[in-house]
């Protein structure tokens, strides 16, 4: 039972893997070029497991110091903190180690997979580190072919691969429209999103967007329950 | 600083981002602050969909993606699966490519 429920979420990540892939294999190639060694360029994707604070720590290795690489990584990823915090309910009561071990494969594809199943009424912690686990296996697999194969691996902007990330978010979303006040938070989310795109740059403006959006629902429904 | 002070250092900024609500929300919280986790999910889909389809490069500028996302979003609504979106949206896209040239 718990075996299927891991490979359940093992296999939520296929349709996203390929686009990991891809960008794994970039990342690979770009941090050799920047001057990273094949070891260092393993074990970035191995303990951080980070694609967009990991490009951008590769397009500023050399030209700027690490603190301040430390810091844009911490900033690019406090988004995580907010997923954190909407997956934090349902890890409620369990072990301290299960909670360390989700928290370190927490990524938005990971993330997305699994708080869905949670709000359709199946999710698990199994099924939350096979979709982990899924994600980890492909970016760090990739990573290496990338970091050894080099300028052999063909440019993935081509074939428009990029477009696999916003069209799984695309099919998460639209099951969580059907209640009204979904349809206002995501329209919130995305307006503040865009507009604010060109200006807060590091994912910034996903935090502002996630926090004004969510906020904008919780004071609605919190008027519609005091209402009724 | 050494590069694998730099990487540590990245990991452990990163692990924080994502350990450190899992650790400290664990107690039953207010009823708005729960509201409020509870929209957390479609605020993030969202956030996460709409920059690279209308804005790939940080202003507003809707191309061939943004219209590959319509068709893949009616996919989306029928089947309420990842995959078949996938398929529509990427399909879309490259014939609008082959289309447009």
Known sequence: MRRRAILAGLAS?????PGAVAFGLVYGVLARQAGLSLAATVTMSLLVFAGAAQFTAVGMWGQAGGPLIVLTA???????LLMGA???????????????LLAFGLTDESYAL???RYLAGDGSREFFL???FGLYAGWNLSTLAGAVLGGLVVDPGRWGIELVFPLTFLGLLVPLLTWPLGTVVALASGVVAVATAAWLPGKANLVLAIVVASGIGAALEGWWARTQ | MGTYAVILGM???TYATRALAVFLLS?????GIERFLGHIPAAVFAALVAPPL???QGGFAPGLPAVAAIPAAVVAWRTRQVLPTILAGMGSYWLLRWIVG
């Open chain 1, 13 to 17: 990540t296929a349709p996203i893997v």
């Open chain 1, 74 to 80: 911490f900033i690019i990823n406090l988004r995580h």
């Open chain 1, 86 to 100: 909407s997956v934090a309910p349902h890890l409620r009561g369990q072990p301290g180690r299960w909670k360390a």
């Open chain 1, 114 to 116: 699994a708080i869905s």
């Open chain 1, 130 to 132: 096979g979709a982990n």
């Open chain 2, 11 to 13: 990991a452990l900024a």
């Open chain 2, 27 to 31: 107690r039953r919280l207010t009823p």
């Open chain 2, 54 to 56: 209308l804005a790939p």
